[in-house]
């Protein structure tokens, strides 16, 4: 949460010893966002977030950590001393757990000769003795210190995570495959009571190998190939799994792809397919021995919690569409016991400020509603967590707050590197889920003296008074590859800009949950250096973005019809002036349909539009000469 009245910075780290390897944490924080500089005793250095270290020798060491805000000057130091045992002697301290459920079992590894044991449980909780046992009431992770002293007066801390799940502390491997390309398969790991500390091994089952936690893998030849995943937490009572499933590799593309979504009530569970492609068949498989076939979804009855581990299969008759989507799905009854944690970073870095969104998909209505919201920042070490959430499937998406350093660069982004809800990854709940990490995208904006703005406003809708001016639209300057450059969001007044931008060819794209948007495609040159009124119209289930007359010195009027268009249009254009326009026509995502040049007349000029080709939707008509262009909507029937 946002906090006020703080320090300007405040270093500080935490760290887990196991044998001569040391694994640090960064816990400091500062206003602005810092740099770390780690000083570690034994010669070596870092600027890393959360370093690794080998010392090569038993010993007492010195580790420093320095962090530097370059935006209000502030420089912060802390420093501790750690002990490395590599199995001979001397005064270290040391111990072992084992969690049961809630219960952890705490077992006194220090040298000979300790006398005086104070253990520390992160939980706002303290014990004394060399074997205690304490039970935790919530699930998480708790890094948990001991501090011993011996009888020569020798003092020594260890420190190290353990983690509670709630239930037996067990874990869960399971993954899904999609055929991305030729031979080459993208896997998406669905492990439940994973971790920060699990390790993950993959066997492709061709000799290859990959300790990714989503890797993609590429086979040299056809033929079908058993996959294993292998899951070793070793926080979690060192708990490990296996989970092996079978792809077939051909050497050529699935022209679809299998996914979706889900909502759970108590044990019933609404199914709704999401896939993509021309399949003609889909077969559910819901892991307790039943099935169905259902092209649009499915609905099933489970007679206990679980887990299930539930699969689509998409096929169609001619053997070019042929894919498979699996997820693992634990029930709770009755109770929202699930959630949703992760962290966000900026620049590949933990992030200072930001808020996350959650945002919840309804099988029923097949709408994504925004339920809860989560402000981070750098003293909760950039982390979120969503709890009391049902099992069901879920969007979450961060964004920067005005608070943070680059707050003008860092571009909203979904779970999984999207920009857009329409092609965002799902979160299935049910178990929780942990490592949710989000990256903001970075806008890539060279600068230059050109300027985009505009108004959005209220389009048709039963609810609002047409024309009303939005606030707190987001609005994304895109490249014509889909590559980010800017964001923002419209003001009070619907009003919106982008200054300081290069010379090119933009989209201007408003991202809105539920709603289809069409992208205006805007250009600005040394000519036409600033355009202005690029309208943003949102409507019931849609959002339209135009350009209406950049310079209308040479139209006194301009129409289309009949529009909505059948077969042709016809455009219909009085201008002041003649001369050669060309006329181009593209359809939202800005890919070009058509293009020609047309010498057109002092006065009415008539142009066949032939669109007996195209298919059913919205299209912009653009007509331009060397000083002037201007847009126009086109709607296509069937």
Not at 276 to 287: C, D, R
Request: overall charge negative.
């Amino acid at each position: 949460m946002k906090t006020s009245a703080q320090l300007l910075c405040n270093a500080g780290f935490q760290y887990s010893i196991s044998g001569t390897t040391v694994q640090f944490w960064d816990s400091s924080y500062s206003l602005n966002g810092y740099t770390c500089q780690w000083n570690f005793g034994n010669g070596t250095s870092s600027t890393q977030y959360f370093p690794t270290v080998n010392y090569n020798s038993s010993g007492s060491y010195y580790v420093c950590l320095t962090i530097t805000d370059s935006i209000n000057g502030c420089t912060a130091t802390t420093c501790d001393s750690i002990y490395i045992n590599s199995g001979g002697g001397g005064c270290y301290c040391y111990y072992n757990s084992t969690v049961v459920g809630d219960t952890v079992n705490f077992t006194d590894a220090s040298s000979s000769g300790t006398n005086s044991w104070i253990w520390d449980f992160g939980d706002n909780s303290t014990g004394t003795g060399t074997n205690p046992i304490h039970i935790y009431l919530n699930s998480g992770y708790y890094n948990v210190c001991l501090y011993t002293t011996d009888t020569a007066g020798c003092s020594n801390a260890y420190c190290s995570y353990v983690y509670i799940s709630g239930t037996s502390g067990s874990c869960l491997a399971s993954f899904s495959s999609a055929n991305s390309s030729g031979n080459t398969f993208t896997f998406s790991n669905t492990s439940s009571g994973t971790g920060a500390f699990t390790n993950y091994y993959w066997d492709f089952g061709d000799g290859s190998n990959s300790y990714q936690m989503n890797p993609s893998h590429n086979y040299t030849s056809s033929g079908g190939y058993v996959v294993c995943l292998t899951i070793v937490d070793s926080i979690n009572n060192f708990c490990t799994d296996t989970y092996c499933d079978s792809v077939y590799a051909n050497g050529t593309s699935s022209s679809c792809n299998a996914s979706f979504t889900f909502n759970a009530n108590v044990n019933t569970v609404s199914f709704v397919n999401t896939s993509t492609g021309n399949y003609t068949n889909a077969q559910w498989s819901f892991g307790d021995g039943t099935g169905a076939t259902g092209l649009t979804g499915a609905t099933h009855t489970y007679s206990s919690n679980g887990p299930w581990n539930i699969c689509l299969t998409i096929s169609d008759s001619s053997g070019t569409c042929q894919d498979s989507y699996c997820v693992t799905l634990t029930l709770g009854v009755p109770n929202n016991n699930y959630f949703i944690t992760g962290m966000i970073f900026g620049n590949n870095s933990p992030i200072d400020f930001a808020k996350v969104y959650l945002i919840q998909y309804d099988s029923l209505t097949q709408a994504l509603n925004l339920i809860s919201t989560y402000e981070v920042s750098m003293f909760d070490s950039s982390n979120y967590i969503f709890s009391n959430l049902a099992a069901g499937s879920y969007l979450v998406k961060a964004a920067a707050d005005s608070m943070a350093v680059n707050y003008s660069t860092l571009i909203p982004t979904y779970f999984n590197n999207s920009l857009f809800w329409s092609s965002a990854s799902f979160v299935n709940v049910g178990p929780s889920q942990y490592g949710v990490n989000i990256n903001l995208i970075q806008g890539v904006n060279p600068g230059g003296p050109g300027f985009i703005g505009g108004l959005v406003s209220q389009g048709a809708n039963k609810m609002e008074a047409e024309g009303d001016p939005l606030s707190g639209i987001q609005i994304m300057l895109l490249d014509m590859s889909n590559t980010a450059v800017a964001n923002t969001y419209s003001d009070a007044n619907g009003n919106y800009s982008f200054a300081n931008i290069a010379y090119g060819t933009y989209k201007v794209y408003a991202e809105m949950l539920n709603k289809i948007t069409y992208p205006a495609i805007v250009t600005i040159d040394a000519t036409a250096p600033s355009v202005t009124n690029v309208a943003v119209v949102v409507n019931t289930n849609e959002v339209t973005t135009y350009a209406p007359y950049l310079d209308i010195t040479n139209i006194e009027s301009a129409l289309i019809y009949p529009n909505p268009a059948k077969g042709s249009a016809t455009l219909n254009l009085n201008l002041t002036q003649s001369g050669d326009y060309t006329v181009q026509i593209t359809d939202m995502t800005g890919r070009l349909i058509n293009t020609e040049t047309v010498s057109m007349i002092q006065g009415e000029n008539l142009i066949k539009l032939s669109v007996q080709n195209f298919d059913a939707g919205l299209y912009l008509v653009r007509v331009s000469d060397a000083i002037s262009n201007f847009n126009m909507k086109l709607t296509v029937i069937k």
